[in-house]
């Protein structure tokens, strides 16, 4: 029995990594940019909305608005007024014989405050 018991420095270890870990809690939005923001949608609508200060992100399935706000706030330094999100479904295909089906995303209209923009998405495809 006395394999299977917990040594007294085991608990120890165990308190400061759950202290740790709610410290770093606060630092989540910065560390978690990568997992929100999967990649800039470049279309000719995006295009188009880049005129009018809306960037298109597609995003995590997950993500809600106030952490896309964060993640594009932390990564682009800009100032964001407004977030939109769309679900988009899959949608099912044919490739000759085989049928399959596309995958379900999500993507984000943001919308920065006048005067900021983020530089290399203004472009129309």
């Known amino acids: 029995m006395a394999l299977f018991t917990k040594k007294p420095e085991d608990k120890d270890a165990q308190v400061q990594y759950g202290t740790a870990s709610s410290a ?3 630092a989540a939005p910065s560390i978690r940019i990568p997992t929100v923001l999967i990649q ?8 188009h909305l880049a005129g009018q200060n809306k960037y298109v992100f597609k995003i ?3 993500a809600n608005k106030v952490e896309v706000k964060k993640a594009v706030e932390n990564f682009y330094k800009v100032h964001v007024t407004q977030v939109n999100i769309i ?3 899959g949608k099912n295909r044919t490739y000759g014989r085989t049928s399959g089906r596309t995958s379900d995303f999500k993507k984000a209209i943001v919308t920065l405050k006048k005067g900021d923009k983020i530089e290399g998405m203004t472009e129309t495809v």
């Open 60 to 62: 995590a399935t997950l």
């Open 87 to 89: 679900r988009n479904q």
């Open 40 to 47: 800039p949608r470049v279309s000719e609508k995006a295009g």
């Open 24 to 26: 770093a809690g606060s």
